[in-house]
């Protein structure tokens, strides 16, 4: 067992001196695209996630000629409506005045300007064809649908999501063949003394593992400085979103990847630098053999 673990040892050591530099920055300015939209993704989820998703509409009342309860029975009646809720005018306006930076807009108004309203849910989806029968409805000044771009927020988060899957797959198999290539060219260099180890009885599995440890360490080394990358320039963005939220009454931040997540893009880089690596000694290293 202690003849194993220095045999591995060695190799490491000899793995971890044949890590490129250069190779390790590309790897890293790389893996830092996905990474860092991955991020960006999942703070605005976390964001869109508390808002209401659900295809709802604000019917706003003709002060003069709305028969409120007529109104509502109507409503009820519609097949397409789940939820009916009226809002008096009075409760819009404490509503509104909760708003940062509204309360003295108000305040100078000097009256409630808002109407009573219906805040009513819809059961389907593609709302647009109810939204033009309920702005026909006697008593209706006007129809406004909520949520909708919150919805359409969510469709972009999730088509953003699937781009990025797309990129780090991209960006994953250029990783492969960056580890591949390089493992190539290592191999080609010291074919001499790949073929001398043979000739004295090294077998692939000694003389590869240097090169797997190669592989494995680039794609640690790459991830560690895609996650050091990501986390500068979400710094440097959160200091100019900090301004705006605050100016929003809102805390919005860019947040960092989960410990979790982090250590799943360092695992993922490894095993891709790994599978570089063997792909390339399979191909490279058993084409060697001692004249």
């Given at each position: 067992?202690?003849?194993?673990f ?147 927020l ?76 990501v986390?500068?320039s ?37 095993l ?16 060697i053999?001692?004249?």
């Amino acid at each position: 067992m202690n003849a194993w673990f220095r045999q591995h040892a060695q190799a490491f050591g000899r793995g971890l001196r044949r890590v490129g530099l250069l190779n390790v920055i590309v790897i890293g300015v790389a893996l830092a695209l996905p990474v860092g939209g991955y991020a960006v993704i999942e703070s605005l989820r976390a964001v869109s996630g508390r808002l209401a998703l659900d295809p709802q509409i604000s019917l706003f009342l003709d002060a003069k000629g709305a028969d409120r309860e007529t109104l509502a029975a109507s409503l009820k009646r519609d097949a397409r409506i789940s939820r009916v809720r009226f809002v008096p005018r009075e409760q819009a306006l404490k509503e509104l005045g909760a708003v940062q930076g509204l309360p003295d807009l108000i305040a100078a108004l000097g009256r409630n300007p808002l109407p009573d309203a219906f805040v009513v849910t819809a059961r389907e989806e593609g709302i647009e064809p109810l939204v033009a029968d309920l702005a026909k409805l006697p008593g209706v000044a006007h129809v406004q649908a909520d949520a909708l771009w919150a919805r359409r927020l969510a469709s972009l988060a999730r088509l953003a999501r699937a781009g990025l899957w797309l990129l780090a797959g991209l960006l994953g198999t250029a990783l492969v063949a960056v580890t591949f290539n390089t493992i190539r060219l290592q191999i080609l260099t010291q074919r001499d003394e790949i073929e001398v180890s043979k000739l004295i009885g090294a077998t692939d599995g000694f003389i590869g593992r240097p090169f797997y440890y190669a592989g494995l360490l680039q794609g640690v080394a790459g991830a560690a400085i895609a996650l050091a990358v990501v986390a500068v320039s979400l710094g440097l963005l959160n200091g100019e979103v900090r301004a705006l939220s605050e100016s929003y009454g809102s805390d919005f931040r860019f947040g960092f990847l989960t410990p979790e997540d982090a250590a799943a893009v360092i695992l993922f880089a490894g095993l891709l630098g790994w599978a570089g690596a063997h792909l390339s000694v399979r191909r490279h290293l058993r084409a060697i053999e001692p004249s």
